[in-house]
T-cell receptor, first 110, second 113 residues
Framework: GQQLNQSPQSMFIQEGEDVSMNCTSS?????WLWYKQDPGEGPVLLIA?????ELTSNGRLTAQFGITRKDSFLNISASIPSDVGIYFC??????????FGKGNQVVVIP | DTAVSQTPKYLVTQMGNDKSIKCEQN?????MYWYKQDSKKFLKIMFS???????INETVPNRFSPKSPDKAHLNLHINSLELGDSAVYFC????????????FGPGTRLTVL
């Protein structure tokens, strides 16, 4: 199946810092999604992007759908301790399938 | 109020046993999924049902059999459990349309001893 390259795979950041992560694919997607997974929980949708070039914010989170439709990035501004978790990107082509990245483990140091 | 719920949350069992995991969504969605998350946290789709009809069946051993009694429920039955089946299994659902994003359940952690 399709796989997405997500980087970095883990990051340790100081509270208050901004975080940036991205996701690339060799295939084009119609939809890009960013999820966050807390320990012991299921992934929770953070942001959904539906058009190439789209830039969407959700509180301190901002995500962009790349112009080529083969990449997306997620920024978290002014990180706080509860931002800790695994962030997944996912691409969807309207064929009922989501292809996931391998996740980025974020640790926020108070 | 839970949108996608799964039972049980934890399941510990011996090799060779048969077990089932249940999933229910109250979102009115048409499509439901089962995913497996391994120890490295990689999420891999297993099955998808749309309006009770199987539409995705990845390369999964036939010991795994999904069953959808109605479009709000998708259960997963596993026969002859093996050590390698230990993982977290997530159910998800989606309404087909413009905002066709998937919503995940809390997961079932299966441990096979």
């Amino acid at each position: 199946g399709q796989q997405l390259n997500q980087s970095p795979q883990s990051m340790f950041i100081q509270e208050g810092e901004d975080v940036s992560m991205n996701c690339t694919s060799s295939s084009i997607f119609n939809t890009w999604l960013w999820y966050k997974q807390d320990p012991g929980e299921g992934p929770v949708l953070l942001i959904a992007l539906y058009k190439a070039g789209e830039l969407t914010s959700n509180g301190r989170l901002t995500a962009q759908f790349g112009i080529t439709r083969k990449d997306s990035f997620l920024n978290i501004s002014a990180s706080i301790p509860s931002d800790v978790g695994i962030y997944f990107c996912a691409g969807q082509n309207g064929n009922n399938r989501l292809a996931f990245g391998k996740g980025n483990q974020v640790v926020v140091i108070p | 109020d839970t949108a996608v719920s799964q039972t049980p949350k934890y399941l510990v069992t011996q090799m060779g046993n048969d077990k089932s995991i249940k999933c229910e969504q109250n979102l009115g969605h048409d499509t439901m999924y089962w995913y497996k998350q391994d120890s490295k946290k990689f999420l891999k789709i297993m099955f998808s049902y749309n309006n009770k009809e199987l539409i995705i069946n990845e390369t999964v051993p036939n010991r795994f059999s999904p069953k959808s009694p109605d479009k709000a429920h998708l259960n997963l039955h596993i026969n002859s459990l093996e050590l390698g089946d230990s993982a977290v299994y997530f159910c998800a659902s989606r309404r087909q349309g413009v905002t066709d994003t998937q919503y995940f359940g809390p997961g079932t952690r299966l441990t096979v001893l």
